[in-house]
C-alpha cells in the first residue's frame, strides 16, 4: 500500500490501539474511550480530530497515565506525495513516551464470582480492603460486556445500552442512592456514645417498637430492654429512635437545628452526604439531609426530632450510595479511620500511588465507641438478625437492612471479616429483594468465603442466589387471573 497510496490522495495511514477484554467483566470500573468531540479539543489542545479519550472508568481516571505522550514527526514528501525523509535532519520531530501500565486492586475471580450471584437481580455489590482502601469489587447488576463498547460497533452498541431494561449503562455503586435501613443504626449509636447522651449499658424498653404522641416505628419480637450492643445484635428499632431524639434534643444544645447540625457533621464525617473522592469518575454524593431542606419541607422552627424519627433507622431522606456504605463498613472494622477507596494499586514507573489514597482519614467517633458497634455486629451474626454470614472458624461482624421504598423493600448487607485484622468488608444492596438476610445477606456471605477462604462450602446457598431471578414477573394471583 505504501507504494500505491499516491494514486489516492487524501488517504494516508493512520495506526490505533483497541482495548481488548479477555474476561467480560467488571465493564463500569474499567469504563471506555471514545473519539474526542469538539468540545474536548476546545478544552484540551492537546487532542486532535480523531485522537480517543476516556470517558469513564479507570479510562477516563487515569487517562493522562495510559495514554502516554503523543511524537511528532514532520516528513519531507515528494512531487507523488511519497516520504522521502525528516525534515530539515529531523530536528524538529518528537519522541512519543508510551502510557504507564497501571495494575488494578480489583481482585477478578471475586469480581466475577459477584457479577454471576447478581445476575437477573438490579443491585451492586462494593467490597474494599480495609487495610489499604483498595476496592475488592465493584458489580453493577444489570452489567454489560466491555468488549461492546471497543471500536466502530461502540456507538451502536452504545446507542441499544442505553435503552435496555435495568439500564445497563447506569453505574449503581456509585450514582445511586439508597435508604440505608438497619446498617445506619451503628452510626446513630455511635454518636449518641460520642455525644454522651447514652452509655453502652444504656438500655431501653421496647414493646413491639416506639410509641411517642401519635408516632409509631413498628419493631419485632425481642426480649426487652436491651443495652446498646443488644440493640444492635436484634436490630432494635425503639431503641435507635431513643439514641437519636437524645442526640437531636440534647440539653447542650440550644434548638433543634443545633442539635440537628452536630448529627449531620458526625455522617458526613463518616463519609455520607459527600463525594468519597475515590477514582472512579461521576461518583455522586448521596443525601444527609440539610436543615435547609426540612426548614422548606415543614417550615423554619417546624421541625423536631420526632418530625424526622425515621432518620434514626435509616429511612426518610437518607440516601447512601453502595460505595459510601462499603467504606462505612471498612471504616468500623479499621474502628475510625478509612482509606478514600480506590480502584489503583500501582501505577508502574512511579513510586507511589496519588497521595490522597495514601492518608489515613478518621471520623469524629473514637476508637473505643467503634467497639461497642463491633461487638453488636459480631452477634448479630453468632446470635441475631445477621446469621446467615456465618463461616467456618472465621469471626465474622455484620448487620442486615431492608430498605422501605416506594416497591417491595431493598435487601441490604453490610459486614467485615475477619473480626481483627480485617481483610474484607463488602456492602450488598438488591433492589427489591425483601428483607435483608433472604438475598444481600447470602450474596455477601458467600463472597467473603469465596475471598477469605477460597472454597464455598455451601454450594446449595451458592445455586439458589446464582439461579435466583428477581427480573420475572411476579406470578398472577388467582383474582388477576379472573380479571
Ligand atoms: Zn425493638
Redesign the pocket.
Known amino acids: 500500500m505504501q507504494e500505491k497510496i499516491f494514486r489516492y490522495p487524501g488517504f494516508f495511514f493512520q495506526s490505533r490501539t483497541l482495548r481488548r477484554y479477555p474476561k467480560p467483566v467488571a465493564a463500569h470500573l474499567l469504563g471506555y474511550v471514545g473519539e474526542v468531540d469538539d468540545k474536548i479539543i476546545s478544552e484540551k489542545p492537546y487532542y486532535q480530530m480523531g485522537d480517543y479519550i476516556g470517558i469513564s472508568g479507570v479510562e477516563a481516571a487515569y487517562e493522562d497515565y495510559l495514554r502516554g505522550q503523543k511524537g511528532v514527526s514532520i516528513y519531507t514528501v515528494d512531487v507523488h506525495n511519497r516520504i522521502v525523509g525528516h525534515f530539515a535532519g529531523g530536528v524538529l520531530d518528537t519522541t512519543p513516551t508510551l502510557g504507564n501500565d497501571l495494575v488494578l486492586g480489583i481482585d477478578l475471580e471475586l469480581q466475577e464470582y459477584g457479577e454471576n450471584l447478581m445476575k437477573n437481580k438490579i443491585g451492586s455489590i462494593v467490597a474494599i480492603d480495609p487495610s489499604t482502601g483498595e476496592i475488592l469489587m465493584i458489580v453493577n447488576s444489570p452489567t454489560y460486556d466491555p468488549n461492546l463498547l471497543v471500536g466502530r460497533v461502540r456507538a451502536k452498541n452504545y446507542h441499544k445500552l442505553l435503552f435496555a431494561s435495568g439500564k445497563p449503562l447506569f453505574n449503581r455503586a456509585i450514582m445511586s442512592k439508597y435508604p440505608p435501613g438497619s446498617t445506619f443504626k451503628m452510626a446513630n449509636g455511635m454518636i449518641g456514645l460520642q455525644e454522651g447522651v447514652i452509655q453502652p449499658s444504656s438500655a431501653f424498653p421496647?414493646a413491639g417498637?416506639y410509641h411517642f404522641g401519635g408516632i409509631k416505628v413498628g419493631?419485632?419480637s425481642?426480649s426487652?430492654p436491651l443495652d446498646l450492643v443488644h440493640a444492635v445484635q436484634?436490630s432494635?428499632?425503639?431503641?435507635f429512635c431513643n439514641v437519636f431524639r437524645r442526640i437531636i434534643d440534647n440539653p447542650k444544645y440550644n434548638s433543634t437545628l443545633e442539635g440537628f447540625n452536630v448529627w449531620r457533621e458526625y455522617m458526613l464525617s463518616m463519609g455520607f452526604g459527600r463525594k468519597l473522592g475515590s477514582d472512579q469518575p461521576h461518583e455522586l454524593s448521596g443525601n444527609i439531609p440539610t436543615p435547609e431542606y426540612y426548614d422548606k419541607y415543614f417550615g423554619k422552627n417546624r421541625w423536631k426530632s420526632l418530625t424526622i424519627i425515621s432518620l434514626s433507622i435509616g429511612q426518610g431522606e437518607i440516601g447512601i450510595t453502595p460505595l459510601q456504605l462499603a467504606n462505612y463498613g471498612a471504616t468500623i472494622a479499621n474502628r475510625g479511620w478509612y482509606y478514600i477507596p480506590h480502584i489503583i494499586r500501582e501505577i508502574k514507573g512511579l513510586p507511589e500511588i496519588p497521595e490522597k489514597y495514601r492518608q489515613k482519614q478518621y471520623t469524629k467517633i473514637s476508637k473505643e465507641n467503634y467497639e461497642y458497634m463491633v461487638e453488636g455486629m459480631e452477634l448479630a451474626v453468632t446470635g441475631g438478625t445477621a446469621r446467615i454470614a456465618q463461616l467456618d472458624s472465621i469471626i465474622v461482624c455484620a448487620k442486615t437492612g431492608t430498605a422501605q421504598n416506594p416497591g417491595k423493600d431493598h435487601s441490604i448487607f453490610l459486614s467485615f471479616a475477619p473480626k481483627n485484622n480485617p481483610k474484607i468488608a463488602i456492602a450488598v444492596i438488591v433492589e427489591n429483594g425483601g428483607f435483608g438476610a433472604t438475598y444481600a445477606g447470602p450474596i455477601a456471605s458467600l463472597c467473603m468465603e469465596k475471598y477469605l477462604t477460597d472454597t464455598i462450602k455451601r454450594p446449595d446457598l451458592e445455586l439458589r442466589m446464582m439461579n435466583a431471578n428477581l427480573l420475572k414477573p411476579e406470578p398472577k394471583k388467582a383474582n388477576d387471573a379472573q380479571n
Open positions: 421496647c417498637g419493631c419485632h425481642h426487652s436484634n432494635c428499632n425503639a431503641y
